[in-house]
């Protein structure tokens, strides 16, 4: 059974700094490309970056492109997202989600499994 959460959101100010994490449990966990998406209310679900199963390859979405990285840990099952230079725009619920595959994509229909999510909010 694939189980995925999420920790280390919380209420940060505009140009500061914040890291969340998500716990993978499940075996193989480096076969499995990784996935941040995020939400904001009455917004559809959005891309902000993935990485691939050995960690060699990285994507991000254009809004968080040069603020945002993602990087793994395959020995302790852990996926990270450091974020900086936040802005308000970035307040939403982030969540963690797992592929299928080796590979990843953009869109939300690629990975099967998510987490239950944790807030992120950047306040002016």
């Known amino acids: 059974q694939v189980q995925l959460v999420e920790s280390g959101g919380g209420l940060v100010q505009a140009g500061g700094s914040l890291r969340v994490s998500c716990t993978v449990s499940?075996?193989?966990?480096?076969?499995?490309?990784m996935a941040w998406f995020r939400q904001a209310p009455g917004k559809e679900r959005e891309f902000v970056a993935a990485?691939?199963?050995?960690?060699?390859?990285?994507a991000y979405g254009d809004s968080v492109k040069g603020r945002f990285a993602i990087s793994r840990d395959n020995a302790k099952n852990l996926v990270y997202l450091q974020m900086n230079s936040l802005k308000p725009e970035d307040t939403a619920v982030y969540y963690c989600?797992?592929?299928?595959?080796?590979?990843?994509?953009?869109?939300?229909?690629?990975?099967?499994?998510w987490g239950q999510g944790t807030q992120v909010t950047v306040s002016s």
């Open positions: 989600a797992r592929s299928a595959t080796f590979t990843y994509g953009d869109t939300a229909g690629r990975y099967p499994y």
């Open positions: 499940g075996r193989a966990f480096s076969t499995y490309a």
């Open positions: 990485i691939t199963g050995s960690g060699g390859s990285l």
